[in-house]
C-alpha cells in the first residue's frame, strides 16, 4: 500500500485562522474559504470543483504529538 504524502497547511493559520478552506486538485493552493462550510463548498463548485478537498483552520495553533 502506497503512503500518502504529508501536508503541511501551518502557513495558513495567519490568514484562514476559524475559517473553512477548499483546496485545489493537486491541495497546493485555497481556492475557497468561509465562516460557513456549505459556504465555502458553493464558492469552490463556482470556480469549478466537482468535490473540493475542505479543511477547517483551527482558531489556535495548538501543539500536536501523536499517530495514526
Known sequence: MKQAKTKDWTH???RYAG???AFSKDKERVVSS?????VAIKKAK?????????FKVPQQMLPYVGSY
Open 12 to 14: 495558513l493559520y495567519p
Open 34 to 38: 468561509a465562516k460557513n462550510l456549505e
Open 19 to 21: 475559517l473553512w478552506v
Open 46 to 54: 463556482e470556480d469549478g470543483l466537482k468535490n473540493p478537498l475542505m
